[in-house]
Every structure is written in structure tokens, then in C-alpha cells.
């Protein structure tokens, strides 16, 4: 479909047809028929939220929050909006901003059963599962009586004590759907603990709440799996099945497309002439996290050099739990070392990126592992140092036909780039505290920070900086981030907060400014952001640690080099991880040196092109297979 065939005349037909064929499931048809009428008329409030609709369906959650936001500054009115703002933000763990919305959405619609339903599910989630109940059984009076409202109810009514009624309301949603899997399952916990026979619920303990988790996953209800391993870890924070299995549905749902249905694959074709050379391949695909980036250039160099079957979603039932006849080369658990997809091959390769400290697990967990894979020298030393010496290296690469060098920026003023999931991990608090320091000095400094996070517990880890003030508040990214430079003295207008990014525009952006800052405490890999933007010609400061040790030396990058390890806290104040701590002082002083010293950073930054010229996908291919071939 041709963008210049979209006129103000047929806009609203294109619109129809692009609805029509998203709820035939023609998704990228229907993506692109959204963004031609949103090229013609970027103010098309239907455009936004059906793009936006799509965008939930494929799991970036980010994504259509930003765009439902759009849609309702744009038509405040339409409680159609605000119900889908609050569906994606109950999708996203936040029942607090699920309830504003869904509140908005029955101020403007005060008769919808959906709406109120909703809402119900949101004060639910969010602890108050009396004003549930009260919600739900108001439906309930007025004729409404879906299997899925009746469900809730149960499990509203055993939050708020009352067992009898909940067997009785699950016993009603399964005269409707007798086949319903949750439905079926929570029967089962209360058929198994009693309740509603005894005088109060039987509640399971986490290793039971991990078991549902995980049935629920092979359901494809992530967000039910999402909700058990939460509630696993409430009850027992320190299982680290269920951490690991909660990582894995944050995954899964930041996928750039839908579990079992468009994931990309690449299969040799069946029958197989010789299974036992075909390398079964189980990693996932996505855009906008690092194992999806992963995984999705490994396949692509991958398979032009080996048959390759690519374990997707929808080949669990078959496969899941058997022996396949050649060999497995898998994305692997992080500090437990643990198996993440259900299946073993004839040899077993695993392929890890961790941070924190070795689990006592992680020796047990290793011997199922016939070769482990780290993602930068820091980790396997790491391992060896826990007596795992069955590991090699293996360092991630560069897109060159993306990722190629930049002419300098032309214009006034100077403009630093830091990049990453905004965490303590990444350092950017010691960006935000070095900022603070220099604002006012050079009146011509300008920030670009790259820092979307889609994990709050992630996000949150902000708290224990010593440099800077972390809350969390406001419902968008936006919001949020500008919150947290108020509170710590930053001039916003000298502050870009980027939003989602895709992969192709990320050199654009790279190009618009003349440093890189990375001040990272610690990277189990090699950091994809880092070797991006100095393939793109662009200088960096670099902490001289961890992963970022195999791409940045002297030559090629302003070194910080003071870095005394620091014991890592989780929230129970647990040590989980020891960490290089970054200079502040350091880290000012080298911004201050590229600011008076420009013309010494083209050497830099060219050392830099060079260093990352060899380290493509390609290589990282070649290299994994002759590895997995000395298996």
C-alpha cells in the first residue's frame, strides 16, 4: 500500500481496512495501513489506539502506553481510551494507573460492563479485594456472568476471607466454561486445601505458587504467570526458580511479536536428512532488549551455516520436555546458571550474561551444561573462579551495515549521550549528579538520554544511588523522568528524554551528539549500547570494568579507572553482588577534558571504529559454532 494513495478522502476507509485485517490477525498489514493514515493526519486518535492495540498484542507495553496517551490528549472524551490505557497498564504490573484510567473510563461511561469489570481486576491487584468484590457482584446483579468475571470474583472472595463464596463462585464459572484451564486450576487449590469447607483458606506456598506460574506460562497467560511468580517471591523472595521464571515473562512480553504465532523462525527443511547435525536453537527474538537482539542476529547468522531449528514458542507441546537428537544452543538463566526452556539436546550449550554474584546453585546448576557461553571474559573469569572451568568466551557483535561511522556533529554547544536501561547497574545517576555539577558551568552542555526502562523493580534499584534523589512517580515515561530531574536540579530544557527508539533511527540519534558517557558498575556482557555508538565514530567516557574491559582501552576511550568494588544490596538488604563504583569526581573531570580538549577525540573515537570492526554478528556466529563443534 502506497502512502501517497492515503488522501483526507479515503483516510477513514484505509482506517477501516487496517482494523479489518488486524482482527483477521494480518498484523503487519494492519501496522502498516495504521502508520500511512497516521503519516497523512498524525492526529487520528483511532489511528493511535489501534496501533497501539497492536503494539500490546506483540508485548511492547511501553510502547502503547505512549501512543494511548496521544490518542486521549487528543480525544479526552473517548472512555474507549482510557479502558485501554488501563488494560495495558494492568498488562504492565501497575494496578494504581490501571485504576486512574479505568476510573476515567466509568466517569465517561458509566454504564459499561466492560469498563467496571476492569476495575474491578485493578482493585483487585492493587490489594482491595473487598471494593472487588462489591464491583463484581454489582455486575453479577445486572445480568452479567462471563466465566472470566465469575473467576475473579473467587479469587476476590478468598482475598477478603469469605471461602464458601468463593467455591461457590468458582463452581458457577465452571458450569460456564467447564474447560477453562484457570478456572479448572483454581478449583483444584481449593479442592486440595479445603476451602470452603474449613474456616479459612489453605493459601499455597511459593514453590506451589512457581508451579502455577509456570502452568500458567504454558497457557500463554502471562499475565497470570507474571501475577503467581510475584506472589511466589512475596512469599518467599529468596527462590530463585521464581525470579528466574518471573525474568523470563518480562522477556516474553517485551517481545517484538506475539508468543507462539509470528516469531520469527528459521527451519531446515523436514523431513530432516541428519537431525543429529541440526542445531536445535532456543533463544528469543525482540527489538528492544537485549536478548531479543540477540537472538534474532544469531538466527540470522546462524542458519546460513547449519541446519537450524528454531525452537519457537508453539513447539513446546512437541518438544518440551524431550531429549532431541542433536544439539541445543540456548539462552540460559543469570547468576543461577538454570535451564530457561523446557527441553535438553544430545549436547548442551548455554549461552549467559550475569551481574550479580554466583549462586551457591550455579556449580549444581553447570554440570547440566556440557559447555557454557559468557558474554565477555569478566564472566567466564567469574565462573572459573567458582570452579565452572567448562566455559569459553563468547562476545556479542555490531550491525556494520547499521551500525557505521558518522561524520562529527556540526552545530553550537556540546552534546553528551548516555544510553541503557535507566538503573544503578547502568550508572546514569552518576550522569545525572555529573550534569548538576557542570549545567551551570558550561551554559552550551546538552544531555540525550536514552534510558527507557519497561521493568520498575529494575528501575527502582535507583534508590540505593549515594548521588542522586530517586521516587518513581507519573504515569509516562515522560513524566517520570522528568520527576526525577526536578528533584535533583536539572534543567530540563537542556535535558533530551527519549522515548522508545527503534533499532534503524538508533544511529541517527548516536549522530547528534560528540560523547558518550558510560559509567557502568558492571556488565556481564560487553554492552551492546557502548559498541553501537562507538562503531557509529563517537568518543566515550568508560568505565574500565567488567564486560566493558574487552572493548574499551586506553586508546580508543577516556578511561575511569578508580573503581573500588562495593557490596550490592538487594531489597531485603541481602549482599547479591559486588560492583566497581565509579568516580564521580573522575567522571566530571574527563567530561571537562573532552569539553576544553574536542580536537584529542577524533583519535579516539576513529581507535574506537577499529576496535569494533571485527566484532561482528557474523564472527559471534562462526565463533559459537566452532566452540559448540569442540563439544
Same mark, same amino acid.
Given at each position: 500500500?502506497?502512502?501517497?494513495?492515503?488522501?483526507?478522502?479515503?483516510?477513514?476507509?484505509?482506517?477501516?481496512?487496517?482494523?479489518?485485517?488486524?482482527?483477521?490477525?494480518?498484523?503487519?498489514?494492519?501496522?502498516?495501513?495504521?502508520?500511512?493514515?497516521?503519516?497523512?493526519?498524525?492526529?487520528?486518535?483511532?489511528?493511535?489506539?489501534?496501533?497501539?492495540? &497492536? !503494539?500490546?498484542?506483540?508485548? #511492547?507495553?511501553?510502547?502503547? +502506553? /505512549? $501512543?494511548?496517551?496521544?490518542? =486521549? %490528549?487528543?480525544?479526552?472524551?473517548?472512555?474507549?481510551?482510557?479502558?485501554?490505557?488501563?488494560?495495558?497498564?494492568?498488562?504492565?504490573?501497575?494496578?494504581?494507573?490501571?485504576?486512574?484510567?479505568?476510573?476515567?473510563?466509568?466517569?465517561?461511561?458509566?454504564?459499561?460492563?466492560?469498563?467496571?469489570?476492569?476495575?474491578?481486576?485493578?482493585?483487585?491487584?492493587?490489594?482491595?479485594?473487598?471494593?472487588?468484590?462489591?464491583? &463484581? !457482584?454489582?455486575?453479577?446483579? #445486572?445480568?452479567?456472568?462471563? +466465566? /472470566? $468475571?465469575?473467576?475473579?470474583? =473467587? %479469587?476476590?472472595?478468598?482475598?477478603?476471607?469469605?471461602?464458601?463464596?468463593?467455591?461457590?463462585?468458582?463452581?458457577?464459572?465452571?458450569?460456564?466454561?467447564?474447560?477453562?484451564?484457570?478456572?479448572?486450576?483454581?478449583?483444584?487449590?481449593?479442592?486440595?486445601?479445603?476451602?470452603?469447607?474449613?474456616?479459612?483458606?489453605?493459601?499455597?506456598?511459593?514453590?506451589?505458587?512457581?508451579?502455577?506460574?509456570?502452568?500458567?506460562?504454558?497457557?500463554?497467560?502471562?499475565?497470570?504467570?507474571?501475577?503467581?511468580?510475584?506472589?511466589?517471591?512475596?512469599?518467599?523472595?529468596?527462590?530463585?526458580?521464581?525470579?528466574?521464571?518471573?525474568?523470563?515473562?518480562?522477556?516474553?512480553?517485551?517481545?517484538?511479536?506475539?508468543?507462539?504465532?509470528?516469531?520469527?523462525?528459521?527451519?531446515?527443511?523436514?523431513?530432516?536428512?541428519?537431525?543429529?547435525?541440526?542445531?536445535?536453537?532456543?533463544?528469543?527474538?525482540?527489538?528492544?532488549?537485549?536478548?531479543?537482539?540477540?537472538?534474532?542476529?544469531?538466527?540470522?547468522?546462524?542458519?546460513?551455516?547449519?541446519?537450524?531449528?528454531?525452537?519457537?514458542?508453539?513447539?513446546?507441546?512437541?518438544?518440551?520436555?524431550?531429549?532431541?537428537?542433536?544439539?541445543?544452543?540456548?539462552?540460559?538463566?543469570?547468576?543461577?546458571?538454570?535451564?530457561?526452556?523446557?527441553?535438553?539436546?544430545?549436547?548442551?550449550?548455554?549461552?549467559?550474561?550475569?551481574?550479580?554474584?554466583?549462586?551457591?546453585?550455579?556449580?549444581?546448576?553447570?554440570?547440566?551444561?556440557?559447555?557454557?557461553?559468557?558474554?565477555?571474559?569478566?564472566?567466564?573469569?567469574?565462573?572459573?573462579?567458582?570452579?565452572?572451568?567448562?566455559?569459553?568466551?563468547?562476545?556479542?557483535?555490531?550491525?556494520?551495515?547499521?551500525?557505521?561511522?558518522?561524520?562529527?556533529?556540526?552545530?553550537?554547544?556540546?552534546?553528551?549521550?548516555?544510553?541503557?536501561?535507566?538503573?544503578?547497574?547502568?550508572?546514569?545517576?552518576?550522569?545525572?549528579?555529573?550534569?548538576?555539577?557542570?549545567?551551570?558551568?558550561?551554559?552550551?552542555?546538552?544531555?540525550?538520554?536514552?534510558?527507557?526502562?519497561?521493568?520498575?523493580?529494575?528501575?527502582?534499584?535507583?534508590?540505593?544511588?549515594?548521588?542522586?534523589?530517586?521516587?518513581?512517580?507519573?504515569?509516562?515515561?515522560?513524566?517520570?523522568?522528568?520527576?526525577?530531574?526536578?528533584?535533583?536540579?536539572?534543567?530540563?530544557?537542556?535535558?533530551?528524554?527519549?522515548?522508545?527508539?527503534?533499532?534503524?533511527?538508533?544511529?541517527?540519534?548516536?549522530?547528534?551528539?560528540?560523547?558518550?558517557?558510560?559509567?557502568?558498575?558492571?556488565?556481564?556482557?560487553?554492552?551492546?549500547?557502548?559498541?553501537?555508538?562507538?562503531?557509529?565514530?563517537?568518543?566515550?567516557?568508560?568505565?574500565?570494568?567488567?564486560?566493558?574491559?574487552?572493548?574499551?582501552?586506553?586508546?580508543?576511550?577516556?578511561?575511569?579507572?578508580?573503581?573500588?568494588?562495593?557490596?550490592?544490596?538487594?531489597?531485603?538488604?541481602?549482599?547479591?553482588?559486588?560492583?566497581?563504583?565509579?568516580?564521580?569526581?573522575?567522571?566530571?573531570?574527563?567530561?571537562?577534558?573532552?569539553?576544553?580538549?574536542?580536537?584529542?577525540?577524533?583519535?579516539?573515537?576513529?581507535?574506537?571504529?577499529?576496535?569494533?570492526?571485527?566484532?561482528?554478528?557474523?564472527?559471534?556466529?562462526?565463533?559459537?559454532?566452532?566452540?559448540?563443534?569442540?563439544?
Amino acid at each position: 500500500m502506497d502512502r501517497s494513495v492515503v488522501t483526507p478522502g479515503n483516510r477513514r476507509q484505509k482506517l477501516e481496512e487496517a482494523i479489518a485485517r488486524h482482527r483477521a490477525g494480518r498484523l503487519e498489514e494492519a501496522r502498516r495501513g495504521y502508520r500511512e493514515v497516521l503519516h497523512q493526519d498524525p492526529g487520528d486518535p483511532v489511528a493511535l489506539q489501534f496501533l497501539a492495540l &497492536l !503494539r500490546q498484542q506483540e508485548g #511492547a507495553l511501553g510502547e502503547a +502506553a /505512549a $501512543l494511548l496517551g496521544r490518542a =486521549a %490528549e487528543l480525544a479526552p472524551q473517548e472512555a474507549g481510551i482510557h479502558l485501554d490505557l488501563g488494560r495495558v497498564a494492568l498488562a504492565g504490573g501497575d494496578p494504581q494507573s490501571a485504576r486512574r484510567h479505568l476510573e476515567e473510563a466509568r466517569r465517561l461511561d458509566p454504564r459499561s460492563p466492560e469498563i467496571r469489570y476492569h476495575l474491578a481486576s485493578a482493585l483487585f491487584q492493587g490489594g482491595q479485594a473487598v471494593e472487588a468484590v462489591e464491583m &463484581l !457482584r454489582t455486575l453479577v446483579e #445486572a445480568g452479567q456472568g462471563g +466465566a /472470566a $468475571l465469575f473467576r475473579l470474583l =473467587a %479469587e476476590a472472595l478468598l482475598e477478603s476471607g469469605d471461602p464458601a463464596g468463593a467455591r461457590e463462585a468458582i463452581e458457577r464459572a465452571l458450569a460456564i466454561e467447564p474447560e477453562d484451564p484457570r478456572g479448572l486450576e483454581l478449583a483444584a487449590r481449593m479442592a486440595a486445601g479445603k476451602i470452603g469447607r474449613e474456616s479459612g483458606p489453605v493459601l499455597p506456598d511459593a514453590s506451589e505458587l512457581n508451579r502455577l506460574g509456570n502452568q500458567r506460562l504454558a497457557e500463554d497467560d502471562l499475565a497470570g504467570a507474571e501475577a503467581a511468580f510475584r506472589q511466589a517471591l512475596d512469599a518467599n523472595p529468596s527462590l530463585s526458580d521464581a525470579r528466574i521464571n518471573l525474568s523470563l515473562v518480562r522477556l516474553f512480553r517485551l517481545g517484538e511479536t506475539e508468543r507462539g504465532r509470528e516469531w520469527p523462525r528459521v527451519r531446515p527443511a523436514a523431513p530432516f536428512a541428519d537431525p543429529q547435525r541440526t542445531l536445535w536453537f532456543a533463544f528469543p527474538s525482540g527489538t528492544n532488549y537485549g536478548w531479543g537482539l540477540c537472538g534474532n542476529h544469531l538466527r540470522r547468522h546462524l542458519s546460513p551455516r547449519v541446519p537450524l531449528f528454531d525452537l519457537a514458542y508453539d513447539d513446546w507441546e512437541a518438544n518440551g520436555g524431550k531429549h532431541l537428537p542433536g544439539p541445543l544452543f540456548a539462552c540460559m538463566g543469570a547468576e543461577n546458571l538454570e535451564t530457561i526452556f523446557p527441553v535438553r539436546g544430545a549436547r548442551n550449550i548455554g549461552y549467559t550474561f550475569f551481574e550479580r554474584d554466583l549462586t551457591p546453585l550455579a556449580r549444581e546448576n553447570a554440570r547440566r551444561w556440557d559447555l557454557i557461553l559468557a558474554g565477555s571474559n569478566w564472566a567466564t573469569e567469574q565462573l572459573a573462579a567458582h570452579g565452572i572451568e567448562h566455559a569459553a568466551t563468547l562476545l556479542q557483535g555490531v550491525d556494520h551495515l547499521l551500525f557505521s561511522p558518522r561524520p562529527p556533529r556540526q552545530g553550537a554547544g556540546f552534546v553528551l549521550f548516555s544510553g541503557g536501561k535507566f538503573e544503578l547497574r547502568k550508572g546514569q545517576d552518576l550522569v545525572i549528579a555529573a550534569f548538576r555539577a557542570l549545567q551551570e558551568k558550561f551554559p552550551d552542555l546538552v544531555l540525550i538520554a536514552h534510558w527507557i526502562n519497561f521493568w520498575p523493580a529494575s528501575m527502582d534499584t535507583m534508590a540505593a544511588s549515594p548521588h542522586i534523589r530517586y521516587e518513581r512517580r507519573g504515569e509516562t515515561w515522560q513524566e517520570q523522568m522528568a520527576h526525577i530531574l526536578d528533584i535533583n536540579g536539572i534543567d530540563r530544557s537542556r535535558v533530551v528524554v527519549c522515548d522508545v527508539v527503534e533499532q534503524r533511527d538508533l544511529p541517527a540519534l548516536y549522530a547528534n551528539s560528540d560523547l558518550g558517557l558510560f559509567p557502568n558498575r558492571c556488565e556481564g556482557g560487553t554492552n551492546l549500547v557502548l559498541m553501537e555508538y562507538m562503531a557509529c565514530g563517537r568518543p566515550v567516557i568508560a568505565s574500565h570494568a567488567t564486560g566493558h574491559r574487552d572493548i574499551v582501552h586506553a586508546g580508543n576511550a577516556l578511561l575511569l579507572e578508580s573503581l573500588p568494588e562495593q557490596p550490592v544490596k538487594d531489597g531485603t538488604g541481602r549482599v547479591v553482588a559486588h560492583w566497581p563504583e565509579p568516580d564521580l569526581d573522575e567522571l566530571i573531570a574527563r567530561i571537562e577534558h573532552a569539553y576544553h580538549h574536542r580536537e584529542a577525540l577524533a583519535p579516539l573515537a576513529e581507535e574506537g571504529v577499529r576496535t569494533l570492526q571485527p566484532l561482528s554478528w557474523e564472527r559471534t556466529a562462526r565463533e559459537a559454532l566452532r566452540l559448540i563443534g569442540e563439544v
